[in-house]
C-alpha cells in the first residue's frame, strides 16, 4: 500500500490547515502522527473504517480526523493551530479486522507516507 501526504505550509498561531493523504488500497486502519525535531513520533489522531476516533490529548478540540471510505482518503482540519503544533506530519494506514481496534503505536503501522511540514508560527 503506498500512502502519501498533502495540505502542509506554513501558518501564524491561530490559523488552520487541512492534511490529505491518499492510500493506493483500502486499509482498516489510518492515522497521522507527528514529529517534532529532536523528540519521538507521537500519535495525532486515529480512525478506523468504521468511524472510531482516537485523539491526542493536545488535539482534541481543535483537530478533526474524518475519511472518505471509497477514495481511501484521510483527511486533518487542524484549526487554532499554535507554534508546538510545528512538526512533520505522517500519514500511516494498517490492515485490520472489522470490530477491533486500531493500534495506537507508530510501530504497528505498516505503510507510511513521505511526510508533510507543518509550521506554525507565533
Known amino acids: 500500500v503506498q500512502v502519501a501526504e498533502s495540505g502542509g505550509g506554513s501558518v501564524q498561531a491561530g490559523g488552520s490547515l487541512r492534511l490529505s493523504c491518499t492510500a493506493s488500497a483500502y486499509t482498516y486502519c489510518m492515522a497521522w502522527f507527528r514529529q517534532a525535531p529532536g523528540k519521538e513520533r507521537e500519535g495525532v489522531a486515529i480512525?478506523?473504517?468504521?468511524?472510531?476516533?482516537t485523539y491526542a490529548d493536545s488535539v482534541k478540540g481543535r483537530f478533526t480526523i474524518s475519511r472518505d471510505g471509497p477514495k481511501n482518503t484521510l483527511y486533518l482540519q487542524m484549526n487554532s493551530l499554535q507554534p508546538e503544533d510545528t512538526a512533520m506530519y505522517y500519514c500511516?494506514?494498517?490492515?485490520?479486522?472489522?470490530?477491533?481496534?486500531?493500534?495506537?503505536?507508530?510501530?504497528?503501522?505498516?505503510?507510511w507516507g513521505q511526510g508533510t511540514q507543518v509550521t506554525v508560527s507565533s
Open positions: 480512525h478506523s473504517n468504521d468511524d472510531r476516533t
Open positions: 500511516a494506514a494498517q490492515y485490520g479486522v472489522i470490530g477491533s481496534s486500531c493500534p495506537q503505536s507508530s510501530r504497528r503501522f505498516g505503510f
